[in-house]
Structure formats: structure tokens, C-alpha cells
């Protein structure tokens, strides 16, 4: 498609289960970042990826989250363990390089813990 | 470190009257800003960026921001505002080379 895709867009899962998000970028982007977005609180940094430098994972809240891109492209988010101060919108962006151009985002992924 | 600060969480204007949205940034280096805005039930989008260009910079849907640097802000502002224009505001600032650091945005409401 020619947006950012993310998927699913709703998950609702039971406290302490493992869940897994997926980002798929626009074509050619090399850069490719994840945030989180809770109620009142704007959009949370996780972790940002670009080319095959490694990931800035500076945003990463606690070592239950990680994060990986397959080949340049598809990326998933993973959180162990969840915690329902987990529950968020997360939402995936990609741009073309550097920053400085228009970064694009998906629809995001609601997920509620239990 | 960069940050934003974005005043005043929620904002209702009546149809026709001004829009501004207020946003203050902290930045060690020449900074990028941005302004995105969030419909209901959907992604954001962008509506303008400053690249260290033109200081006034005009965006999508009538919209514009000016770069301040002498006090650190970057207002977004409308003339008119109509009642598609509700909707959550969000400011950003960027080194360049950095992700995106946001603001924790501003809710625009519309009165008819």
C-alpha cells in the first residue's frame, strides 16, 4: 500500500501475556520509529531505526520491550510480560532518510491489558 | 536534550474566529519543528515544517507557523477557523539526525 501499515489495529490481551505488534513502512524508507501515544500524555519516543545503523533504543521504557526490522523493512514490536500501564495507543512512522523530511504514520495499534 | 512545551491542553475557538496553538521549544542546535494535527479515529499528518528556510512557513488547510528564535517558539496560527478544523494539535522538534520529540498537544474545539 502506499502508507505506513500497522497491524492489528485493536488488541486486547490479559495481564502478563506476551503480544506482538507489527509495522509495515513505506516502500524505500529507511528510517523507521516507534511511539507510544496514552491519554493526555502526547507521544512517547521507543525506539528509532535507520538503514542498517543500530537501532536508537533510548526511548525503550523497560527491558520488556524490544523491538526488531527484518530487512530493512517490516518491523515488530514486542512487550513481554504486559502490564495494563501498557495499554496505549502505538504508533509506527517511517521517512524517506534523515528526520528532517515528513515523517509518515500509520493508524497505530490500540492495545488494552486486562 | 530537545523538548517542547506546548501551552494549554485544550482550546475553544468560535467558527470564523482566530486559531492559535502555542508552542515553545528547548533545543541545543538549530532545531526542525513541525506541527502535526490528529483527526478523530485517526493517524497524524503533517501540516507544516520549518527546515531552517523562510521563518514564516504555511502549511495544509490555511494554516502557518512562525519560527521565533529569539523566543524559542513556533505559534501555529489560522485566520479563520472552520469547523473540520477540530481536532488534536500536536508540535515536534528535531536535531535532523534525531527522532522526533513531541509535545504533549493541544485539543482544538470549534463552537458554531
Known amino acids: 500500500g502506499a502508507g505506513v501499515s500497522q497491524s492489528p489495529s485493536n488488541k486486547v490481551t490479559e495481564k502478563g501475556k506476551d503480544v506482538e505488534l507489527r509495522c509495515d513502512p513505506i516502500s524505500g524508507h529507511t528510517a523507521l520509529y516507534w511511539y507510544r501515544q496514552s491519554l493526555g500524555q502526547g507521544l512517547e519516543f521507543l525506539i528509532y531505526f535507520q538503514g542498517n545503523s543500530a537501532p536508537d533504543k533510548s526511548g525503550l521504557p523497560s527491558d520488556r520491550f524490544s523491538a526488531e526490522r527484518t530487512g530493512g523493512s517490516v518491523s515488530t514490536l514486542t512487550i513481554q510480560r504486559t502490564q495494563q500501564e501498557d495499554s496505549a495507543v502505538y504508533l509506527c512512522?517511517?521517512?524517506?532518510?534523515?528526520?528532517?523530511?515528513?515523517?509518515?504514520f500509520g493508524q497505530g495499534t490500540r492495545l488494552t491489558v486486562v | 536534550a530537545q523538548s517542547v512545551t506546548q501551552l494549554g491542553s485544550h482550546v475553544s475557538v468560535s467558527e470564523g474566529a482566530l486559531v492559535l496553538l502555542r508552542c515553545n521549544y528547548s533545543?541545543?542546535?538549530?532545531?526542525?519543528l513541525f506541527w502535526y494535527v490528529q483527526y478523530p479515529n485517526q493517524g497524524l499528518q503533517l501540516l507544516l515544517k520549518y527546515t531552517s528556510a523562510a521563518t514564516l512557513v504555511k502549511g495544509i488547510n490555511g494554516f502557518e507557523a512562525e519560527f521565533k528564535k529569539s523566543e524559542t517558539s513556533f505559534h501555529l496560527t489560522k485566520p479563520s477557523a472552520h469547523m473540520s478544523d477540530a481536532a488534536e494539535y500536536f508540535c515536534?522538534?528535531?536535531?535532523?539526525?534525531?527522532?522526533?520529540?513531541f509535545g504533549k498537544g493541544t485539543r482544538l474545539s470549534v463552537i458554531a
Open positions: 533545543s541545543s542546535v538549530p532545531p526542525y
Open positions: 515536534a522538534v528535531s536535531s535532523g539526525n534525531t527522532p522526533l520529540v
Open positions: 512512522a517511517s521517512s524517506r532518510d534523515r528526520v528532517v523530511t515528513e515523517a509518515f
